[in-house]
């Protein structure tokens, strides 16, 4: 077991007249007291702790520099002290909150002084979002955190740790992908392929995806019924209620998920790439046969801490058409119902499949080359024991402007 750490970098999001008030009141009774104490060449902490114990700082600001200065004052010479020291915190004086309801979804708790904090919304790097489910969580852990303001913007950054399993030494080759589809209907489905190539063992959960839509239609009717009789406070209650029962059932699928590949041999896990998804020109077709935005980046961040913590590799690739390619013969085909995908290829065997598994190997196949193993196929030059295209030169066009589509779309 290894432990990881990194800086989650955290901007608040435009602090109104009141909140950047107490901020830089913050901030300046910090610096009063870090000089102060700096000049009194307190070497100790209890040395520190009688300065800075009489300013208007928060505890977990006081605890920072009680441990901070004597740092100080031990390693520099006495020398100048620049502005610039961003306000510390100790480990316990920040919290988080998630109200994925919001436009802007996650929340931090800022001390000011004694008994006093802000509650100030903030937009985390969009690439640490696995940190910042498994802190949420409670599946890692807070460290001191750093206050500061720059260009006018104020940041946060927070030192966050977790448990992680060193993976094994086998080559990318060698492991089993697995296909993780997040749906409307299925919440989620995986399956993988087995030694002989048939896909094997899918798993489907369906019932949570039938609790998740029916309580986000309770909030939606609910809490709007409740706005607009101005009950704007209980409708808070009542909506962070049923998200926290909505992540709960969030955070047992996404173990379920762990757990099936912890039980597949070499198993990498295989997500659908969100960055394709955001930049796709259908994305809003993507999206209505899928949970809103924030349902599936919250299932991929926790997927994703989760599978770290178990040593498991997790891969993305591009997400187009994996829902509706047939894994069989690579085939464009429909869904004449949500549940059932069906093949137009007369030459095809296979006809109907479960959509939702259907989409699960069409992710898992693509593991290795990140794109559909039809498409690479096409692309292929087929130098090999064919000895040379027994495609017509039209063919050759339609794979070249299909080329350059994926291009595009790829870039
Ligand atoms: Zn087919």
């Known amino acids: 077991m290894t432990t990881l750490t990194k800086t989650l ?18 901030r300046e009774a910090y610096q009063q007291a870090l000089h102060d104490a700096f000049d009194a060449g307190c070497t ?13 700082l928060s505890g977990y600001a ?7 200065v004597p740092q100080l004052t031990t390693t520099y010479n006495a020398g100048e002290l620049h502005d610039a020291h961003p306000v510390r915190f100790t480990n316990e004086g920040l919290r988080l909150d998630h109200k994925p309801e919001n436009a802007i979804e996650w929340y931090v708790k800022i001390p000011h ?3 006093y904090h802000l509650w100030m919304p903030a937009q985390p790097n969009p690439e640490q979002r696995d940190w910042l489910e498994a802190l949420n969580a409670g599946d890692a852990t807070m460290g001191e955190s750093r206050l500061f303001e720059r260009d006018g913007t104020w940041y946060l950054h927070v030192t966050a740790t977790r448990d992680a399993e060193g993976g094994s030494e086998v080559s990318d080759e060698e492991r089993t992908p697995i296909g993780v589809d997040i749906g409307e209907a299925s919440l989620v489905t995986v399956c993988h392929r087995d030694d002989h190539g048939c896909p094997t063992a899918p798993e489907l959960w369906a019932d949570e995806g039938k609790t998740v839509r029916r309580l986000r ?11 607009t009789r101005g009950s704007e406070r209980i409708a808070e209650s009542f909506g962070d209620d049923l998200w926290n029962q909505i992540d709960d059932v969030f955070h047992r699928v996404t173990r379920e998920v762990v757990d099936y590949a912890e039980s597949v041999k070499n198993p990498v896990l295989v997500l659908e790439n969100l960055t394709y998804i955001r930049e796709s020109m259908d994305y809003g077709e993507y999206m209505n046969r899928r949970l809103h935005g924030w349902g599936f980046a919250k299932l991929h961040a926790q997927i994703r801490y989760k599978a770290v913590e178990k040593g498991i590799p997790v891969k993305t690739v591009n997400p187009r058409n994996t829902s509706k390619e ?8 429909y869904r ?9 290829n007369d030459a095809c065997w296979m006809g109907e499949y479960q959509a939702d598994v259907n989409g699960a190997v069409n992710i898992a196949d693509r593991y290795l080359s990140g794109e559909s193993r039809f498409r690479e196929h096409e692309n292929d030059d087929d130098s090999a024991e064919d000895g040379g295209r027994l495609t017509a030169p039209q063919d050759s066009q339609a794979d070249a402007t299909k080329q350059e589509t994926l291009g595009t779309y790829a870039s």
């Open 9 to 26: 970098e955290l901007k608040l999001v435009e602090p109104n007249a009141h909140k950047r008030r107490k901020l830089r009141e913050t």
């Open 44 to 56: 100790t902490q209890t040395e520190a702790n009688d300065v800075v114990v009489n300013y208007k």
């Open 62 to 68: 006081k605890n920072a520099l009680k441990k901070y």
């Open 113 to 115: 002084h004694e008994d």
């Open 217 to 227: 239609k309770t909030y939606f009717t609910a809490t709007r019924r409740l706005q």
């Open 326 to 333: 047939c894994h069989a013969c690579g085939e464009v085909g």
């Open 336 to 344: 004449p119902q949500q549940a059932t995908f069906k093949c137009t």
